[in-house]
């Protein structure tokens, strides 16, 4: 007989010690589910309580908010000892802000949807002729900026501005947006108000017209301001505490795949930040209202 055809009968001890495992296991079994279900409790269906919020209420599930009250937490409020307000509301600072964003509607950065396979082969297409003319204006317009940070271009048309940070451990911020605007139909050129390349600034009532002066020059250009004046504020000594990114695009508005994919790829494959950017700021949805309480949205994707 080999040992293959022994068969061990288990005793009656060994069953009822079985047994009790068996229990214990279901017990133990039990117990962790109750565990899970409490938990399941507390995350789901908890108290909220942001900071600055005076009424803590309930938020059950995805059902929605109930009874929800958040209060605005308090406005950040720049450090006025390297800018202040006079200099930054001053009107003579709002109208040159204002030619400058004027300028940059002017310049017919068009993208059209034949670009996409145009761009890596004709640097030189007439089509693409106004995103260089944008680059040289920019560089005239924001000399500091131009000066103190550095500016790469990224396939051939985007752009990518890095400034450089004193505190080495700290995450990068990617300030975006993109320089490129829609077309406009020839059919529909006489329903403008106002020339859609005349940047036609309405000091009356306060407004600025053209292609792009919401989408997104206006983005492009108040982000460089904002860089220009702290540096001008400071004789240039100004630097930030992380390293900053300004990311501006061209061709968001045929998808990106040119420019911002090609800033992303330079961003992570390059510069090996993939992963570590603490925050990017992109054109995004907006604001919107969800049970009359108004939030700025977060995006989970832009193609900036
Ligand atoms: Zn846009």
């Known amino acids: 007989m080999t040992k293959e055809h022994e068969v061990l009968l288990p005793t009656r001890a060994v069953l009822a010690v079985k047994e009790s495992n068996k229990r214990a296991f279901n017990r133990r079994q039990l117990a962790i589910a109750f565990l899970a279900i409490s938990a399941a409790f507390f995350v789901w269906i908890r108290p909220v309580v942001y900071p600055g919020q005076k009424t803590g209420t309930v938020m059950i599930g995805t059902a929605g908010f109930t009874g929800y009250h958040c209060d605005q937490v308090p406005a950040l409020v720049p450090d006025s000892s390297r800018l202040n307000d006079s200099q930054l509301f001053s009107p003579e600072f709002a109208a040159t802000a204002a030619k400058r964003l004027s300028q940059a509607v002017q310049i017919p950065t068009v993208s059209f949807d034949n670009m996409t396979d145009l761009a890596p082969t004709v640097p030189d297409a007439s089509v693409h002729l106004p995103f260089l003319r944008f680059h040289t204006f920019l ?166």
């Open 139 to 304: 560089e005239n317009a924001f000399p500091l900026v131009h000066k103190h940070l550095l500016r790469r271009v990224i396939n051939k048309y985007s752009l990518l501005y890095s400034w450089k940070g004193t505190n080495h451990y700290a995450a990068p911020l990617i300030l975006m947006a993109h320089i490129d605007v829609v077309p406009v139909l020839p059919e529909t050129a006489n329903l403008w108000t106002h020339d859609p390349f005349s940047g036609y600034i309405d000091h009356e009532n306060g407004f600025l017209w053209g292609r792009g002066a919401g989408d997104t020059k206006a983005t492009v250009l108040g982000t460089l301001e904002a860089v220009e004046a702290l540096l001008k504020a400071t004789n240039g000594k100004y630097l930030p505490n992380s390293d900053i990114y300004l990311a501006f695009g061209h061709d968001e508005e045929i998808s990106g795949y040119q420019g911002a994919k090609s800033i992303a790829d330079y961003l992570q494959h390059d510069l090996g930040l993939a992963g570590k950017v603490g925050l990017i700021v992109d054109e995004g949805p907006g604001f919107g209202e969800v049970n009359d309480v108004r939030l700025a949205t977060v995006g989970t994707g832009e193609k900036g």
